[in-house]
């Protein structure tokens, strides 16, 4: 299965996924096992699994603790660390994401948001903001910024994450959000 045929399954999907392989491998691998005890073991795990469905569905309590929830990706226009954790994703990938989308530049997202689905939801600022430019991608461009020095006021882009701070202040600091110490032009296109 692909990532994304994953991340579209709910828990309770994955497990049926798991234990059904389980039961029909050990039917089709384990000549001593019978075919009627494999069937009930398919029946009881289908009906568990949609009383587990029905479960979840009817509280709000076990949704919250079972169901896949929306995960920020961006904010701002500096990718959330833990978001793209928490759904196995690095910088990359969620830049890929968002040039799917059509995003030039990390400073052009308000907000990016991996829902539940796998689907990813982006919303733009009204005006762009000077950010980290993602198109081309990043893993076809050259790993460091021309050195030429910074210009007074200029703005600075992690290269990782897109966060923009002051680029004389940063030059050679490491990124608070994302811990890397490469630094490119921030730009607004």
Known sequence: MNARAVAQMSMTDMILVIALGSAVGDLTFYEDVPIFHALVAITVIVLLTKFADRAIHNQDFLKRALANS???LVRDGVIAMEGASRRDLNTLEVMELLRIHGVRNLGEVEWAFMEAGGQLSVF??????????????????????????????????????????????????????????????????
Do not use: H, Y
Request: charged share 20%.
């Open 70 to 72: 929306p995960v920020m």
């Open 124 to 189: 733009l600022f009204d005006a762009a903001r000077p950010g980290l430019r993602i198109v081309p991608p990043l893993d076809m461009q050259p790993a460091r910024a021309p050195s030429a020095p910074p210009q007074e006021g200029a703005q600075a882009a992690c290269r990782c994450c897109g966060l923009t701070t002051a680029a004389l202040a940063r030059k050679d600091a490491d990124c608070p959000n994302c811990g890397q110490n490469e630094w490119l032009a921030a730009s607004v296109r």
